[in-house]
């Protein structure tokens, strides 16, 4: 799995060129950096990601731009189930806002339905809007809402697509 495009973004150049591609053990550290960079709180401990990283039943795909880390997903499936489930989307906070999240969200999609998978779901934090927006925006439902979810008493909402 590896392919080029341009992000939808505002402006127009070379430096809107993304690669998704699948991530590798050598990506463990830009990985962890990208993640204590985009959440404060259920993050993965590096044990757990190289678990991920070596495991058939996850797939991390990550952004290249300009040769460097931009942004990266964690999906996890299930031996059996339709469902896949997307772990964690984030984008470089001086990349977001130019459309990398949905390039990503749709290769995750890509990712899924490659693997077998006729559904995706995901949980996500009722107060981040911008990735709530982004779900709608690429036809994802909100199917429940499980208050006390995340580690600080925040309630996720789960949202479901049929790929
Ligand atoms: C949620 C996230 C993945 C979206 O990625 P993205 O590449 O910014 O996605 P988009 O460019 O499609 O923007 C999504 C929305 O956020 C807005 N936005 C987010 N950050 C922005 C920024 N720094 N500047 C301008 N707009 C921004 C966009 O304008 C857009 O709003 P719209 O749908 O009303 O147009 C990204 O903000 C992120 O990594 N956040 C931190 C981690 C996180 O919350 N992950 C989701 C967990 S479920």
Not at 114 to 128: A, H, I, K, P, Y
Request: glycine share 10%; proline share 2%; with cysteine.
């Amino acid at each position: 799995m590896e392919k080029t495009q341009r992000a939808h973004g505002r402006s127009v150049g070379d430096k809107d060129f993304v690669r998704v591609r699948r991530a590798l053990p050598a990506d463990l550290d830009d990985l962890i950096a990208l993640e204590n960079a985009s959440f404060s709180s259920d993050r993965l401990s590096p044990r757990q990601w190289k678990h991920h990283l070596g495991s058939d039943r996850a797939s991390i795909l990550l952004v290249e731009r300009q040769g460097r880390t931009g942004a990266a997903a964690v999906l996890f499936f299930r031996k059996g189930s339709p469902l896949a489930r997307l772990y964690s989307l984030a984008v470089a906070a001086e990349l977001r806002g130019r459309g990398i999240g949905e390039v990503l969200l749709e290769a995750c999609e890509g990712e899924a339905a490659g693997c077998g998978c006729t559904q995706m779901r995901l949980e996500v934090r009722s107060d981040n809007l911008a990735a709530q927006r982004l779900y709608a925006r690429r036809g994802y439902r909100l199917f429940a809402s499980r208050p006390g979810y995340y580690e600080d008493g925040a309630t996720a909402l789960c949202y479901e697509k049929m790929l």
